[in-house]
């Protein structure tokens, strides 16, 4: 009988051992997911704000081209004769409807 109740006490401490070791296992691997999620989504925001920023100096450059025109004189001259129907001295203004 006391060689039976010795077997018993290594069983049960291996079996809590075991479960201990498992339940470390499942909650490390839970946490790492985590992360790995975490990290996905971070990669994913990268790549939207990347495209983003492309536009944005796709614009700026535009921008900066129609600064760099609007110093010309001429050109805002035109500008307005155009956009907001000015006319010089003694020059008319017809209208042409789109069609």
């Known amino acids: 009988m006391a060689k039976y109740k010795k077997r018993l006490r290594p069983k049960k401490k291996t079996i809590l051992l075991g ?3 498992i339940f470390i296992i499942v909650v490390m691997t839970f946490s790492i997911g985590k992360y790995w999620v975490e990290i996905f989504d971070k990669y994913q925001e990268k790549s939207e704000l990347e495209k983003e920023l492309t536009a944005l100096k796709e ?41």
């Open 19 to 21: 479960f201990g070791s």
């Open 59 to 99: 614009k700026e450059e535009e921008l900066q081209v129609d600064a760099n025109r609007l110093q010309n004189p001429d050109y805002i001259a035109r500008y307005a004769r155009e956009k907001y129907l000015y006319s010089k001295d003694g020059e008319y203004i017809l209208q042409i409807p789109d069609e």
